[in-house]
């Protein structure tokens, strides 16, 4: 049974006060709301991994800069033997103690790590143009399709960005919280270059 917090504080998005963000990217980019994201630590192939996949179920990838969907999220690849689990429903001390539960007995780990990112959906017709203008990463869906996962530079910060169609129109980006403020001020200033947007 999960250890509940004595108090919780209720969770605040970074960029909670950036509500033109959506509008001024004409609806490009939207901040997702607060994920549970758990870093999974576990032996590929092993009775840990295995064990995280019941919990999850999916198996967790083993193949280089790769996600799964799960039953409610993803399961991002970081390395050998590391993932990120995103989870859009259940909440972060939750999720880390059924994974704990289920990993320690095996030598594995799940730590909660979900103040840690924030995550943006960039979304539409400039989206890849916009990724372009930022990062060294190939974004064409016939290189970077759904599924993939890379960890690089965007606008100088460090993200995780995942695609998710075969459109490439479509992507998650994780970033710092402490770099949010700055990677949103970029995105708008980058996406009104595409075009007039309302205000």
């Not at 019941?54 to 083993?62: S, T, Y």
């Not at 280089?64 to 259940?90: I, Q, S």
């Not at 916009?130 to 890379?150: E, K, M, N, T």
Request: hydrophobic share 45%; with cysteine; net charge negative.
């Amino acid at each position: 049974m999960a250890d509940t917090p004595g108090a919780v504080l209720p969770r605040t998005h970074p960029l909670a006060d950036r509500t033109e963000l959506t509008a001024l990217t004409g609806g490009l980019v939207t901040p997702r709301p607060n994920l549970s994201s758990v870093l999974v630590r576990a032996l590929p192939g092993g009775p840990a991994a295995a064990a995280a996949a019941q919990v999850l179920g999916a198996a967790l990838p083993v193949r280089a800069n790769t996600w799964v969907a799960t039953e409610r999220g993803k399961v991002v690849w970081l390395g050998p033997d590391e993932w990120l689990v995103l989870d859009d429903t259940t909440e972060p001390w939750v999720l880390e103690d059924r994974l704990r539960s289920v990993l320690a007995p095996l030598g594995g780990a799940a730590t909660d790590v979900s103040a840690q990112r924030t995550c943006l959906r960039l979304h539409g017709p400039h989206a890849e143009e916009v990724l372009r203008a930022g990062c060294s990463l190939d974004v064409h869906p016939r290189v970077f399709g759904p599924g993939s996962a890379a960890q690089v530079n965007l606008a100088r910060a460090g993200v995780v960005l995942l695609a998710l169609a075969a459109t490439g129109d479509d992507f998650e980006v994780l970033v710092r919280s402490s770099f949010a403020g700055y990677l949103a001020a970029w995105l708008i200033d980058t996406a009104l270059e595409f075009g007039p947007h309302p205000s």
